[in-house]
C-alpha cells in the first residue's frame, strides 16, 4: 500500500466514525454543472452542432466523457483527469470543437472547498500528489495542517486533483466567472 493510499484509507475511517454533526462538515460540495468537453465550442454552439453520436466517448482513452444528463457528452471529473490529448475533439465530423491547436482547451480552474479534510485540521496531501502541473503547495502552519494552495496560472484545469480527492473538497470552476461569488457572474 503506497502513502496516498494508507491517507485516502485513513480518511474513509475518520469519515465512516463521524457522528452526524461533522457528516454535514465533509459532505461532498454540491453537484457542478455539466462540463462539456475541451475545446468545445461555446455551450449554445456546441448544443447546435454535436449530434450526440459518442464518437468522442469513444476516442477518450481516459474514459473521463460521459452522456450527461441532457445527452451531450460531459467531463465526469470523478473518473480521473484530462490529459489533453485532442481525440475527442479531432474525431467530431460535425464541428462542435475548435481545433486543438487553436486556443486553451478550457478555462476551468480547481478550487479548494470547505469541505477539504486539511481545512478541518486532517492530514491529507492527496490534491497534490495527483496534480501533473505541480500546481498545488501547502501552506506551512506549525502545529498545524498545512491547506493547499493553487497557483491558477498553472493548474491546467485537467481535474486529476477533484478525482483524487477523497471527500471532494475540490471544485472544478471556470476561471473566468468570480470565485468570491460561488462561480457566479
Not at 465533509?26 to 475545446?39: D, L
Amino acid at each position: 500500500m503506497n502513502f496516498t493510499s494508507f491517507l485516502a484509507n485513513k480518511c474513509f475511517e475518520f469519515l465512516l466514525h463521524c457522528d452526524g454533526e461533522s457528516d454535514r462538515k465533509y459532505q461532498r460540495s454540491s453537484p457542478e454543472q455539466p462540463v462539456h468537453p475541451p475545446w468545445s465550442l461555446d455551450d449554445r454552439e456546441f448544443k447546435e452542432k454535436c449530434d450526440r453520436c459518442g464518437t468522442c466517448l469513444e476516442q477518450c482513452p481516459s474514459t473521463l466523457l460521459v452522456t450527461g444528463p441532457d445527452g451531450f457528452p460531459a467531463v465526469d471529473f470523478s473518473r480521473g483527469g484530462c490529459s489533453f490529448c485532442g481525440l475527442c475533439a479531432k474525431s467530431c465530423t460535425r464541428g462542435a470543437f475548435t481545433e486543438v491547436a487553436a486556443r486553451r482547451p478550457w478555462w476551468l480552474m480547481a478550487v479548494v472547498t470547505e469541505g477539504c479534510l486539511a481545512r478541518q485540521n486532517v492530514f491529507c496531501r492527496t490534491c497534490g500528489e495527483h496534480c501533473p502541473a505541480d500546481a498545488i503547495g501547502f501552506s506551512q502552519q506549525a502545529g498545524g495542517v498545512g491547506e493547499p494552495r493553487i497557483e491558477q496560472e498553472r493548474c491546467s484545469g485537467c481535474g486529476a486533483c477533484r478525482a483524487a480527492c477523497p471527500v471532494g473538497g475540490i471544485r472544478m470552476v471556470n476561471g473566468n466567472e468570480n470565485i468570491e461569488n460561488g462561480g457566479k457572474r
